[in-house]
């Protein structure tokens, strides 16, 4: 199938593809470190590393020339990253309570990101035999934590860190 965009349009939606499966891919495969630095240290600077995406600085212009269901699919996908980004750098939660929150929230993006490199794929003409890039990557690896991450190896952590500081 070819595409009826421009090189122009078809690179802008090459990178957004790109980047929603790169955004998409930290945030489920890092989840475990990320969580354990935040529950552990109590800092949020990492999270920008992880929730960084392109989608927030494409210009308008480079947007216009995607359709309007790609457009609304783009925001689907992107508005439950913007919404971990904000509670993460909210939160006062404890650290159960936010791998819960960000294990509904990565369920939820793997579908919308299956349906975001549907509609992507579809205006780049790539056919859905030609590639697989439509399933997100790390499908298989588990999205929960481990119920003692923050339990007994919290503690064990927490004991180690004051005994290097005396």
């Not at 802008?12 to 630095?37: G, P, S």
């Not at 793997?110 to 990557?137: C, F, V």
């Not at 690896?141 to 927490?158: A, C, I, K, N, V």
Request: net charge negative.
């Amino acid at each position: 199938m070819k595409s009826r965009n421009d090189e122009k349009t078809q690179r802008v939606l090459m990178l957004l593809k790109i980047d929603a499966n790169n955004v998409f891919n930290r945030i489920k495969t890092r989840k475990l470190e990320y969580l354990e630095i935040f529950a552990l240290r109590r800092t949020r600077e990492h999270f920008p590393m992880i929730f960084d995406n392109r989608y927030e600085d494409t210009s308008l212009e480079s947007l216009m020339s995607c359709s309007t269901e790609l457009i609304t699919t783009l925001d689907q996908f992107y508005t439950p990253v913007e919404e971990m980004k904000w509670y993460l750098f909210k939160t006062e939660d404890m650290p159960n309570t936010v791998e819960d929150f960000i294990s509904r929230n990565i369920r939820k993006m793997e579908k919308l990101l299956m349906t975001l490199n549907l509609y992507l794929d579809a205006e780049l003409g790539i056919d859905g035999e030609e590639t697989e890039t439509h399933k997100p990557l790390f499908i298989d690896q588990p999205d929960t934590l481990e119920s003692e991450t923050f339990g007994s190896d919290f503690s064990t952590s927490m004991e180690d860190d004051t005994s290097q500081e005396t």
